[in-house]
């Protein structure tokens, strides 16, 4: 009926055509609009008349004088998603086709028209508070200004109606009716939004109908859970203030997160952050991600090793979700900072947010989240975890509401096992544990002392016709315990799926180039693998596809597992409640149990934790122990830290003094928690020791503001090498040393080979790390030419020492040990680059491969990280065009025709040379591919593999032109009149 209101008064709506995107933009308030199946409306005020239009017809409704009685032709519309509520409306169309047709008094039609609105009006909804009312007659008094009082929105809406009523309207087709309902719906949504305060574009949380069809299409997800709406509809979200909010593993909390994204791009239309702990979950949820982005029209950016661009792109029509680890988030939230462009980030979501809690990565955590907090009040922050205890510290940092839930889709029953009892987890037990039922296996002597915690019969109760995870504490027993497993399974195991696995041991030998591990190669045939560092990103994927599919019904698996990788299983076992030799924390240990149970294909999950006699203390106050509080690692991580926020805090001009940089420490969480972190000192001690710590390295120096010293506040300002370091993303911890080895470099780099090169840009942090083995160290350097003999004597590394040290012989002269791991890594790393065979060099150096390509990943980010350092020194020009290649090889260590390939999202070497082979050569290739005729060509790919691979070419395809475009206007745009300001200067 409010439909039928608002068309019968002349709020004029237009055709739509073929285009997809639409954006309604009010003159009244910051309202913006899509509707995915119209075109571009704009809305303009003429006096106390408001009417609606396109683009393409505002020149026709200038001069509807002029030709009253034009009429459309009706064109090829197909109604999607109609609205039920329209249903009854089309049934009475054809008398209000008829009707308009006819001659009517234009004062009983007034009359009519105010009788309805009066109606319409009634039902809108009342301003909330007093700042609505406040904002919406302000509104109303911009769009009536020759008006001698201010009206009230409601007052100024029957005012313009009442105007668009007595104004002729011209005729129209039954077709344009047909599409003016659809839209007027979405119209009637928009004028109550006005009074309310968040933006509303469609029936799904704020969001169009067809991003509910997406969810189903991708994701297979047709209903939320209640927790789920609850949270969406927190009237903290609506008032848009921060949250966080806590459930546990497998509750759903990502979903939340991703329709909150897309309500800010695409509703409030402002970039979106994602930070994300590791890189290879950042590409996952890019690859995720890429099939709305092409759908909904927003672009969707990788942040992670050496990817990204600093600054981004200023986008003009499209806005952009950065995807980021927790570093390169960092650098961009700098780089947005210094160009002035924070205030288009409408929004900032971190996933795990306990993990401000740990190490290096939880300071820089906090340093983003600082420096957002404090420089841009309009962006929201949301953070999520399945970890968090006493989180009151963490709201008061973040000015945020807090939202948990204990929902979990399966029930998890947790146990412990010592000895041959097995005890269930209850929280009312006085000890956390009670009794719950007597192993009854029955094993033989030899069975016994191979397998004395029955772990293989815990497993074969579940599998072959469930899933299983085993953690293992180290990645040699994941190994272990496969083998042993399998050693002692019937044979009927092999048979369960067999064709499908000799699929995956196909694929893992393609990625090995011929090479596939032997122990996947015994235990893959009875669906077991081990999943571990140690194998290289592409092996891991295969996997995990594997195990999700049901082609393997058990991992062995360490505690990286789970975090972030959406693997569920009937039953997971824990090994033994360490991690490597360290005893398992609370956080942890819910991690690990929390993937047991799979959504929608078990009823329960269970988890089994085998103890020894010796440890059941130990296991007893784990049960009963809270979650760990998150706490501060700034002071901690005292490089990485407070020097580090320090030191960009004045390079970005945010603070400039020792007091106002004080006051953004206490913002902090540090600021929040110092009285318990900080006993000893205080935090204005704190700050100025490390203030004093960067100026002492020449990072900062002080100058003063005025000419009386002693009563004056000194500014600190960055030096040339502070901005380099800081710019780059380096260690403070290292910023000397890079400065040194570059600045020897010039002195004599060897340019005949990339070897230089290689040693320069080896990653500091991973020296200290490695162990050489002498003889195979001796061994490299005798196949060295003269060209890289002479590289090893430039950065001081000899022949005779490498002998001394793979003969046993004993070194009387001091050598730093740190140039020869470096040295030893950099051979690592000159290898693959000439044969690209991680399999090869893992063997050659006695390394395990998933180490060999971490170290390749690793220099590929430091390579970046030196460049931008170089960037900002003059002396280093040199180096710019050499380390930009440099970087691009390390990042793809591939032959250069798979690069464009392998730039896509989701596609490893071994799928772009099956690509490439089969004529798909260039992102454009691949970007207008057919799905369904790649899984056709290409052996062993799934349609929904195919799907999100054309997705995420098109994606990449999008954000290459978007930026050619961009560049194209800047260069064609007119530059002001530099005489302008001279004459404005002139007296």
Same mark, same amino acid.
């Given at each position: 009926?409010?439909?039928?209101?608002?068309?019968?008064?002349?709020?004029?709506?237009?055709?739509?055509?073929?285009?997809?995107?639409?954006?309604?933009?009010?003159?009244?308030?910051?309202?913006?609009?899509?509707?995915?199946?119209?075109?571009?409306?704009?809305?303009?005020?003429?006096?106390?008349?408001?009417?609606?239009?396109?683009?393409?017809?505002?020149?026709?409704?200038?001069?509807? *004088?002029?030709?009253?009685?034009?009429?459309?032709?009706? *064109?090829?519309?197909?109604?999607?998603?109609?609205?039920?509520?329209?249903? /009854?409306?089309?049934?009475?169309?054809?008398?209000?086709?008829?009707?308009?047709?006819?001659?009517?008094?234009?004062?009983?039609?007034?009359?009519?028209?105010?009788?309805?609105?009066?109606?319409?009006?009634?039902?809108?909804?009342?301003?909330?508070?007093?700042?609505?009312?406040? &904002?919406?007659?302000?509104?109303?008094?911009?769009?009536?200004?020759?008006?001698?009082?201010? #009206?009230?929105?409601?007052?100024?809406?029957?005012?313009?109606?009442?105007?668009?009523?007595?104004?002729?309207?011209?005729?129209?087709?039954?077709?344009?009716?047909?599409?003016?309902?659809?839209?007027?719906?979405?119209?009637?949504?928009?004028? #109550?939004?006005?009074?309310?305060?968040?933006?509303?574009?469609?029936?799904?949380?704020?969001?169009?109908?067809?991003?509910?069809?997406?969810?189903?299409?991708?994701?297979?997800?047709?209903?939320?859970? =209640?927790?789920?709406?609850?949270?969406?509809?927190?009237?903290?979200?609506?008032? &848009?203030?921060?949250?966080?909010?806590?459930?546990?593993?497998?509750?759903?909390?990502? /979903? %939340?997160?991703?329709?909150?994204?897309?309500?800010?791009?695409?509703?409030?239309?402002?970039?979106?952050?994602?930070?994300?702990?590791?890189?290879?979950?950042?590409?996952?949820?890019?690859?995720?991600?890429?099939?709305?982005?092409?759908?909904?029209?927003?672009?969707?950016?990788?942040?992670?090793?050496?990817?990204?661009?600093?600054?981004?792109?200023?986008?003009?029509? #499209?806005?952009? !979700?950065?995807?980021?680890?927790? =570093?390169?988030?960092?650098?961009?939230?700098?780089?947005?900072?210094?160009?002035?462009?924070?205030?288009?980030?409408?929004?900032?979501?971190?996933?795990?947010?306990?993990?401000?809690?740990?190490?290096? &990565?939880?300071?820089?955590?906090?340093?983003?989240? +600082?420096?957002? /907090?404090?420089?841009?009040? +309009?962006?929201?922050?949301?953070?999520?975890?399945?970890?968090?205890?006493?989180?009151?510290?963490?709201?008061?940092?973040?000015? +945020?509401?807090?939202?948990?839930?204990?929902?979990?889709?399966?029930?998890?029953?947790?146990?412990?096992?010592?000895?041959?009892?097995?005890?269930?987890?209850?929280?009312? +037990?006085?000890?956390?544990?009670?009794?719950?039922?007597?192993?009854?296996?029955?094993?033989?002597?030899?069975?016994?002392?191979?397998?004395?915690?029955?772990?293989?019969?815990?497993?074969?109760?579940?599998?072959?016709?469930?899933?299983?995870?085993?953690?293992?504490?180290?990645?040699?027993?994941?190994?272990?315990?496969?083998?042993?497993?399998?050693?002692?399974?019937?044979?009927?195991?092999?048979?369960?799926?067999?064709?499908?696995?000799?699929?995956?041991?196909?694929?893992?030998?393609?990625?090995?180039?011929?090479?596939?591990?032997?122990?996947?190669?015994?235990?893959?045939?009875?669906?077991?693998?081990?999943?571990?560092?140690?194998?290289?990103?592409?092996?891991?994927?295969?996997?995990?596809?594997?195990?999700?599919?049901?082609?393997?019904?058990?991992?062995?698996?360490?505690?990286?597992?789970?975090?972030?990788?959406?693997?569920?299983?009937?039953?997971?076992?824990?090994?033994?409640?360490?991690?490597?030799?360290?005893?398992?924390?609370?956080?942890?240990?819910?991690?690990?149990?929390?993937?047991?149970?799979?959504?929608?294909?078990?009823?329960?999950?269970?988890?089994?934790?085998?103890?020894?006699?010796?440890?059941?203390?130990?296991?007893?106050? !784990?049960?009963?122990?809270?979650?760990?509080?998150?706490?501060?690692?700034?002071?901690?991580?005292?490089?990485?830290?407070?020097?580090?926020?320090?030191?960009?805090?004045?390079?970005?001009?945010?603070?400039?003094?020792?007091?106002?940089?004080?006051?953004?420490?206490?913002?902090?969480?540090?600021? %929040?928690?110092?009285?318990?972190?900080?006993?000893?000192?205080?935090?204005?001690?704190?700050?100025?020791?490390?203030?004093?710590?960067?100026?002492?390295?020449?990072?900062?120096?002080?100058?003063?503001?005025?000419?009386?010293?002693?009563?004056?506040?000194?500014?600190?300002?960055?030096?040339?090498?502070?901005?380099?370091?800081?710019?780059?993303?380096?260690?403070?911890?290292?910023?000397?040393?890079?400065?040194?080895?570059?600045?020897?470099?010039?002195? *004599?780099?060897?340019?005949?080979?990339?070897?230089?090169?290689?040693?320069?840009?080896?990653?500091?942090?991973?020296?200290?790390?490695?162990?050489?083995?002498?003889?195979?160290?001796?061994?490299?350097?005798?196949?060295?030419?003269?060209?890289?003999?002479?590289?090893?004597?430039?950065?001081?590394?000899?022949?005779?020492?490498?002998?001394?040290?793979?003969?046993?012989?004993?070194?009387?002269?001091? %050598?730093?040990?740190?140039?020869?791991?470096?040295?030893?890594?950099?051979?690592?790393?000159?290898? /693959?680059?000439?044969?690209?065979?991680?399999?090869?060099?893992?063997?050659?150096?006695?390394?395990?491969?998933?180490?060999?390509?971490?170290?390749?990943?690793?220099?590929?980010?430091?390579?970046?990280?030196?460049?931008?350092?170089?960037?900002?020194?003059?002396?280093?020009?040199?180096?710019?065009?050499?380390?930009?290649?440099?970087?691009?090889?390390?990042?793809?260590?591939?032959?250069?025709?798979?690069?464009?390939?392998?730039?896509?999202?989701?596609?490893?070497?071994?799928?772009?040379?099956?690509?490439?082979?089969?004529?798909?050569?260039?992102?454009?290739?691949?970007?207008?591919?057919?799905?369904?005729?790649?899984?056709?060509?290409?052996?062993?790919?799934?349609?929904?593999?195919?799907?999100?691979?054309?997705?995420?070419?098109?994606?990449?395809?999008?954000?290459?032109?978007?930026?050619?475009?961009?560049?194209?206007?800047?260069?064609?745009?007119?530059?002001?009149?530099?005489?302008?300001?001279?004459?404005?200067?002139?007296?």
């Amino acid at each position: 009926m409010e439909q039928e209101c608002i068309q019968s008064v002349g709020l004029t709506s237009c055709t739509t055509n073929k285009d997809d995107n639409a954006t309604v933009q009010p003159a009244f308030g910051d309202l913006q609009l899509q509707n995915i199946k119209s075109n571009k409306l704009i809305f303009t005020t003429a006096g106390n008349i408001t009417c609606f239009k396109t683009e393409e017809e505002s020149s026709f409704w200038r001069t509807t *004088g002029e030709e009253e009685n034009r009429t459309l032709e009706p *064109g090829n519309y197909i109604l999607d998603d109609l609205p039920s509520s329209q249903l /009854l409306y089309f049934e009475e169309m054809n008398k209000i086709s008829s009707d308009s047709r006819k001659p009517s008094d234009t004062k009983e039609s007034a009359n009519d028209t105010k009788s309805c609105l009066n109606k319409m009006l009634s039902q809108l909804p009342c301003p909330p508070n007093a700042e609505h009312t406040k &904002r919406n007659n302000e509104l109303s008094t911009n769009t009536t200004s020759n008006l001698s009082k201010r #009206k009230s929105l409601k007052d100024h809406l029957k005012s313009a109606m009442t105007g668009n009523a007595k104004a002729q309207t011209p005729l129209v087709s039954r077709t344009k009716q047909l599409k003016e309902a659809v839209l007027s719906e979405e119209i009637c949504v928009a004028k #109550k939004t006005i009074e309310t305060s968040s933006v509303d574009i469609g029936p799904f949380y704020g969001l169009p109908s067809k991003v509910k069809d997406l969810l189903v299409q991708f994701r297979g997800i047709e209903e939320l859970y =209640e927790w789920q709406h609850a949270c969406l509809t927190l009237e903290s979200l609506q008032q &848009r203030k921060n949250l966080i909010y806590s459930l546990p593993t497998s509750g759903g909390k990502t /979903l %939340v997160a991703e329709i909150l994204i897309l309500q800010e791009l695409l509703c409030r239309q402002k970039d979106v952050l994602m930070v994300l702990p590791y890189v290879a979950i950042v590409q996952e949820k890019v690859w995720a991600l890429s099939s709305f982005g092409i759908e909904l029209g927003f672009l969707v950016e990788e942040y992670a090793g050496s990817k990204g661009r600093f600054p981004p792109i200023k986008r003009r029509m #499209k806005k952009s !979700l950065y995807i980021a680890t927790i =570093e390169k988030g960092h650098s961009l939230v700098n780089s947005l900072i210094e160009t002035g462009r924070i205030g288009d980030l409408g929004l900032v979501v971190v996933d795990e947010l306990h993990m401000l809690g740990e190490g290096s &990565r939880g300071a820089t955590l906090e340093m983003i989240l +600082a420096k957002i /907090l404090y420089i841009s009040k +309009a962006t929201q922050i949301i953070g999520m975890s399945a970890t968090l205890n006493k989180v009151g510290d963490l709201q008061k940092f973040l000015h +945020a509401e807090y939202y948990t839930n204990n929902f979990r889709p399966v029930e998890l029953k947790e146990y412990v096992k010592i000895q041959d009892s097995i005890y269930e987890v209850d929280d009312k +037990a006085k000890n956390g544990l009670t009794f719950s039922r007597l192993l009854n296996f029955k094993y033989s002597s030899n069975l016994q002392k191979m397998d004395p915690d029955h772990l293989i019969a815990l497993v074969t109760e579940v599998i072959p016709n469930y899933s299983c995870l085993v953690f293992c504490p180290t990645k040699k027993n994941c190994e272990n315990v496969a083998e042993m497993i399998c050693k002692f399974l019937n044979k009927e195991h092999k048979n369960h799926g067999e064709s499908k696995k000799q699929d995956l041991i196909k694929d893992l030998t393609n990625i090995g180039k011929g090479n596939l591990c032997p122990v996947l190669k015994r235990t893959i045939p009875f669906g077991i693998a081990y999943h571990h560092s140690g194998l290289i990103n592409d092996e891991r994927k295969l996997i995990e596809e594997a195990y999700s599919a049901g082609v393997l019904c058990l991992l062995t698996c360490t505690s990286t597992l789970a975090a972030g990788v959406n693997l569920p299983a009937r039953r997971v076992i824990l090994r033994a409640p360490y991690i490597a030799t360290e005893f398992l924390k609370k956080s942890q240990y819910k991690q690990m149990i929390g993937r047991a149970g799979r959504a929608g294909i078990d009823s329960a999950g269970e988890s089994i934790l085998i103890v020894q006699e010796k440890d059941k203390h130990l296991v007893r106050d !784990l049960v009963n122990s809270p979650l760990e509080n998150c706490y501060s690692k700034l002071f901690l991580e005292f490089t990485k830290g407070i020097q580090g926020l320090l030191l960009s805090l004045v390079g970005l001009k945010i603070a400039r003094n020792s007091e106002e940089i004080y006051h953004f420490m206490c913002g902090t969480l540090l600021g %929040v928690q110092q009285q318990f972190l900080c006993k000893e000192k205080s935090l204005s001690d704190i700050t100025r020791e490390a203030l004093g710590c960067l100026i002492e390295k020449g990072l900062l120096k002080e100058k003063m503001t005025s000419e009386k010293e002693q009563k004056s506040q000194s500014n600190l300002e960055i030096t040339q090498l502070g901005q380099a370091t800081y710019k780059g993303s380096i260690d403070l911890a290292y910023c000397d040393a890079l400065y040194r080895d570059l600045k020897k470099g010039l002195q *004599g780099l060897v340019l005949e080979s990339c070897l230089h090169l290689l040693y320069l840009t080896t990653p500091y942090d991973m020296i200290y790390h490695c162990s050489p083995d002498w003889m195979i160290y001796f061994r490299q350097f005798s196949h060295l030419n003269s060209v890289d003999q002479k590289v090893a004597a430039i950065v001081g590394v000899s022949e005779s020492f490498i002998t001394k040290k793979a003969s046993g012989q004993a070194i009387k002269k001091d %050598v730093d040990n740190s140039i020869v791991n470096r040295l030893y890594l950099s051979f690592v790393l000159y290898d /693959l680059l000439k044969e690209t065979n991680i399999w090869n060099v893992s063997e050659k150096f006695n390394m395990s491969r998933g180490y060999v390509q971490n170290l390749l990943s690793s220099a590929a980010s430091f390579a970046s990280c030196v460049l931008h350092f170089c960037e900002e020194m003059d002396e280093f020009w040199v180096y710019k065009g050499l380390l930009t290649e440099l970087t691009k090889r390390l990042t793809y260590c591939v032959k250069a025709e798979l690069i464009p390939l392998m730039e896509v999202a989701g596609v490893s070497e071994s799928r772009a040379k099956q690509l490439y082979d089969r004529g798909y050569k260039t992102l454009a290739h691949l970007a207008n591919a057919n799905p369904e005729t790649l899984v056709k060509m290409i052996e062993h790919l799934s349609r929904r593999q195919a799907r999100q691979i054309v997705s995420s070419a098109k994606m990449l395809l999008s954000e290459k032109t978007e930026a050619l475009q961009e560049e194209v206007e800047e260069l064609l745009k007119v530059p002001k009149d530099p005489s302008e300001d001279l004459l404005t200067t002139l007296p």
